[in-house]
């Protein structure tokens, strides 16, 4: 894999010598001495990584130099990952410098594992950055934006987006309400030759079971009381274009027939009328249902359900996106902030917040939510009270069974190692397990450091 550059900001000069000698190994480093030599550099090899020293000359005393340059690296390429280097005493500008757009800081002296575990985290952010605007710009204002993410199950439905985009076979969007059915579908159109055609949404569960016929399939002129004209239905109305039924769970069992008869021959009648319609559309179904429940207690029709899923979408949640969820918050920041109003960041305490939030209301949650903040927030930093959050420890956190166990058996294991002096015969006689699970458990947790450290 090609080393990621980094660039090392440092008035002196041992300091920038041996953190280039101690990370040469993973990144192509480059090394500057005070701002114009770091601008130099920046625009030279543009790296996607910075160190800062805050004291630089001519006043390294006072900082003033060093927020400078953060607040010229960060116009420059606002995604570059600045990690600020300081002293003990001066943690507090360390952590304002964060507010200001740090990624992170590291206190000296720089513990050089640490570091390098903070910047292969920048590095992942930065990646997941870099594609999310690299995909905005493909995409344009279609919507994609707000479906993106770099989490392995979400890469998996990107790639099926790609692979059915092209065909006209039916989709089946599943997942949780609020995880970006109608996105996703709008994608597909959207990367379809179709795309010069409408995108007809309707919700099934939204309209009242006596008018949804009417709504699907449209009426002739006296077909019942009220139809004073000809209407055509939501079917008709997206010719040549794409159909979405949403939340095709709560479609009437009489109306499921009559979709998949139009499913199977491409034509409708409308309501009151006697004249066969040829229709041509793409048809993509979405819904938070079990349906295969529903197919066993006879609330869904079997060969609609096949008829529909030709190709399968599950949408994950929220919670299990992992990286994905700070930089949804990012880009809702993003589109959200009046214009011409003060760029806004989220504080350390807001990012922790977020990560560790379980959103049962998955990205609609999260959207509302950075939207009040950028309403509440007094300053240019958004911080857990702004989402609303009081405390980070009112902030419900996720229930995760798996992460707790993992949790345990790191504490347990660490504690019997130390309490017998890295003996892990003697450990492992504790611990009630065999030497060899013991020595799993170390290398599963990557604890072998933690243990020699003990």
Not at 1 to 14: F, H, T
Not at 158 to 184: N, Y
Not at 239 to 267: C, N, S, W, Y
Request: aromatic share 6%; hydrophobic share 40%.
């Amino acid at each position: 894999m090609e080393k990621q550059k980094l660039l090392i900001i440092d008035d002196d000069e041992a300091v920038r010598g041996q953190m280039q000698w101690a990370l040469s190994d993973e990144f192509t480093v480059t090394t500057a001495r005070d701002a114009e030599s770091a601008m130099r550099a920046l625009r030279d090899e543009q790296p996607p990584l910075v160190t800062l020293d805050l004291g630089l000359p001519p006043t390294p005393s006072d900082f003033s130099v060093g927020f400078r340059l953060l607040g010229r690296i960060l116009q420059h390429d606002p995604l570059v990952k600045a990690v600020v280097i300081t002293g003990t005493s001066e943690r507090g500008s360390a952590i304002k410098a964060v507010s200001h757009g740090a990624h992170d800081f590291l206190v000296k002296p720089v513990d050089i594992d640490e570091l390098k575990i903070i910047l292969k985290r920048a590095v992942y952010m930065h990646s997941l950055e870099s594609e999310h605007t690299r995909l905005h710009k493909v995409c344009g204002n279609q919507g994609f934006e707000e479906v993106l993410g770099m989490s392995p199950r979400m890469l998996e439905v990107f790639s099926t987006i790609r692979k059915v985009a092209a065909s006209d076979v039916p989709v089946l969007i599943t997942g949780e309400s609020g995880t970006g059915k109608e996105l996703v579908a709008k994608a597909i159109h959207s990367y379809s030759l179709r795309r010069q055609r409408s995108f007809i949404p309707i919700n099934c569960g939204a309209i009242p079971e006596t008018l949804l016929e009417s709504e699907l399939f449209g009426h002739e002129k006296g077909a019942f009381t009220g139809a004073h004209i000809q209407r055509n239905g939501r079917i008709e109305l997206a010719q040549g274009g794409t159909l979405m039924l949403d939340e095709i769970a709560e479609l009437p069992v009489q109306l499921q027939v009559k979709v998949l008869r139009f499913l199977q021959d491409h034509r409708i009648e409308r309501v009151g009328g006697r004249d066969s319609i040829n229709i041509d559309v793409r048809v993509i179904a979405a819904t938070n249902k079990p349906l295969k429940k529903m197919i066993a207690d006879g609330s869904f029709r079997e060969d609609l359900f096949y008829r529909l899923a030709v190709v399968p979408i599950e949408l994950p949640p929220l919670r299990e996106r992992g990286e994905d969820i700070v930089m949804f918050a990012k880009a809702f920041l993003q589109k959200y902030l009046p214009e011409r109003s003060r760029p806004k960041t989220l504080s350390p305490e807001a990012v922790e917040v977020i990560s560790s939030y379980g959103w049962p209301g998955n990205v609609r949650e999260l959207e509302n939510r950075i939207r009040r903040a950028i309403t509440f927030s007094d300053g240019h930093v958004v911080r857990p009270a702004d989402l609303g959050f009081s405390t980070m420890e009112e902030a419900p956190q996720q229930l995760d069974l798996k992460k707790a166990k993992e949790d345990l058996e790191v504490k347990f294991v660490l504690m019997a190692i130390t309490k017998h002096n890295g003996n892990i015969s003697k450990a492992s006689e504790e611990l009630g397990l065999s030497r060899p699970t013991v020595h799993h458990l170390i290398k599963k947790h990557n604890m072998l450091e933690s243990v020699r450290k003990g």
